[in-house]
């Protein structure tokens, strides 16, 4: 982690009629960080990833992303970022080298490339034998995985995880936190959200989100001293209810 | 180029994936194409007939024997009472009614007018129409038979008449299927092709996959042009396969060009597939794309000229027309397989869909949001 600021956010708001989803929204993320987005269902944390990626326009605020204005320049955000939405999003009827080869293809690898990456990729995952299985033959806990490594596939500085482990097993979430890891190694900057709050533990810095606000942001450590708890659930708990 | 080539492989793959798409895709059409056009045509082959005859004399004998005698009539039933025939009329036992008054052999051999009287039944106007034409013909002959008999009685003067002679050009027997199949089938290819092309867009956005597209830096011309055209070849081939089908089944004669048949129907998908897709960008589930697709497929194939000529619909619906695609590929389909017609006879139409398709596409592109 170094300290120069891959995404900058000042005073993003994002109202949807006259409900504020995001309600003036300041934070940086660092070059190569675990940031964990965190907060209750409803609380904005989808909403503000969106726009992030560019899916969606803020009402106002200053955002940069990789260097690139969301305004401006959305485009160019799109081709440094990679995206996993909380909807699963592979093509279940495409097998995952077809996935693989058909998303790589989108962002302009060459042929040569993506064979190399995706030799890689089976045996990193020890997955060979998925190669030609179609995508919704496998089970959720795979999909979810695959999910992540196609879209970090064509290396991009920034991947946003919409909340990557929503219903799988605790064994799964732990390899895939374990996937999470050797991407930030690899130095990719991770943004993800999740209300599991022993996720929470394995970031970098955590913001927590209430009724479209941050109240907190720190490292894990910090906000267990601040709030005088045990464990992330209990800082999450005080600052829910405080609300 | 290549992200485009990337999208149709990947469409590609997944039509021909889906083990219930592909027979929809193929047997479906052929299916129609043959049911359809020996179905939908308008030679009027049995017209029931009811007699009242109250003269019950040679004459009127005679009468009714002519009408026996054509291969369009067919004697439902004779009976006196009126009460009875129209009884058959509204069962639908019958279409036309012939009444013979009492006095008819009288007055026509005492050289006076008699008339008869024909009822139609008319719910169906042009059944009735031809009807009313070839009871008439019937009648009409039937009168210059007596004409002449009498009239040889008192001196033989020779009756002079014009002679018609009809040569029917294009359509030399009058072959109703030659006529429907062109019409049927460019039904067909635009129903399978843009029905196709507009669910797609929508079905990703109702799977969600299509977020992780909106997300890539992928521009927005290359992803419609990449939904297109898979659809279009398949049209296309469709489109084929169906004049093959035509040509074998019903031997419908190709007089023109097929280069130029071919040309124009690609120019005709392009139009009819963008056209799919603007929509599929606008909706956000299937069944709005259902509806929608329903609304307009139905308006423009009703107004295309399929069944009834353009040229004798009102003028507002004439000018409508400009906007209907159907009705542009009917009448050249039927004008370059059915007369020969050549390029600069359907010139006009040709740049018409040119500029209609670069339209509809530029909108398809500029409708489609990246951004939610």
């Known amino acids: 982690m170094t300290d120069k600021p891959i995404i900058k956010v000042v005073n993003l708001v994002k109202k949807f009629g006259n409900f504020v989803a995001n309600d003036h929204l300041n934070f940086n993320v660092y070059e190569g960080e675990i940031f964990g987005f965190l907060g209750a269902n409803g609380a904005g944390k989808t909403t503000a990833i969106r726009i992030l990626c560019g899916l969606s326009h803020p009402t106002s605020g200053e955002l940069e992303v990789a260097g690139f204005d969301v305004y401006k320049q959305s485009e160019q955000i799109k081709k440094n970022i990679g995206y996993m939405s909380q909807k699963f999003s592979l093509y279940e009827n495409l097998t995952l080298r077809e996935n693989i080869r058909f998303y790589a293809g989108i962002y302009g690898l060459s042929k040569k490339e993506i064979n190399i990456r995706m030799d890689n990729l089976l045996e990193n995952l020890h997955i060979g034998h998925l190669r030609d299985q179609l995508i919704g033959s496998l089970p959720l806990g795979w999909k979810q995985k695959l999910a992540f490594s196609v879209a970090i596939f064509h290396q991009p500085k920034i991947v946003f995880l919409d909340e990557p482990t929503g219903g799988v097993d605790p064994i799964t979430r732990r390899q895939f936190w374990d996937m999470i890891y050797q991407a930030a190694k690899d130095g990719i900057t991770i943004f993800v959200t999740t209300h599991y709050m022993d996720e929470a533990e394995y970031c970098d810095r955590v913001s927590i989100m209430v009724d479209g606000r941050i109240e907190a942001l720190d490292s894990p450590a910090g906000l267990k001293q601040h709030y005088h708890a045990e464990n992330m659930d209990e800082v999450f708990l005080k600052l829910a209810r405080a609300s | ?372």
């Open chain 2, 1 to 372: 180029m290549r992200t485009i080539g990337y999208i149709i492989q990947k469409e590609f793959i997944q039509i021909f994936r889906d083990k219930t798409m592909l027979p929809i895709i193929i047997i479906m059409p052929f299916v129609q194409l043959i049911v359809l056009v020996y179905a939908a045509t308008f030679e009027m082959k049995q017209i029931d007939m009811v007699v009242v005859d109250q003269d019950l004399s040679t004459t009127s004998r005679q009468l009714i024997s002519k009408f026996q005698g054509s291969p369009f009539f067919v004697l439902e039933g004779n009976t006196f009472s009126m009460d009875e025939a129209e009884d058959m009329i509204k069962s639908d036992k019958a279409d036309i009614v012939m009444v013979i008054p009492n006095d008819f052999q009288k007055k026509l051999m005492s050289g006076e007018t008699s008339a008869i009287q024909l009822i139609v039944n008319a719910i169906n106007a042009t059944a009735a129409g031809l009807t009313n034409a070839y009871s008439s013909y019937v009648i009409a002959d039937f009168n210059k038979n007596i004409l002449t008999e009498n009239i040889n009685f008192i001196q033989p003067i020779q009756t002079r008449s014009i002679d018609v002679s009809y040569s029917y050009w294009y359509n030399p027997e009058l072959n109703y299927k030659i006529y429907m199949l062109p019409g049927i089938l460019v039904i067909l290819v635009t129903i399978i092709g843009a029905f196709l092309a507009a669910l797609n867009i929508v079905r990703e956005k109702e799977m969600g996959t299509i977020e992780q597209i909106n997300v890539t830096p992928i521009q927005k011309y290359q992803f419609i042009t990449g939904k297109l055209l898979p659809f279009w070849i398949i049209a296309m081939a469709e489109f084929a396969f169906g004049l093959t089908l035509g040509k074998l089944l019903f031997d419908i004669p190709i007089v023109g060009n097929l280069g130029l048949l071919f040309g124009f129907a690609g120019v005709y998908l392009l139009v009819a597939l963008s056209l799919g897709l603007l929509i599929s960008t606008m909706a956000s589930n299937q069944q709005q794309v259902m509806f929608i697709m329903f609304f307009f497929l139905l308006t423009f194939i009703l107004m295309s000229g399929i069944f009834t000529p353009v040229e004798s619909m009102p003028d507002w619906a004439q000018k409508v027309n400009i906007i209907n695609p159907f009705a542009y590929f009917m009448r050249v389909i039927r004008m370059v397989l059915l007369k020969g017609s050549g390029f600069s006879d359907i010139s006009y139409e040709f740049y018409s869909l040119l500029i209609y398709a670069s339209l509809i596409f530029s909108l398809a592109v500029w409708r489609y949001r990246k951004t939610a």
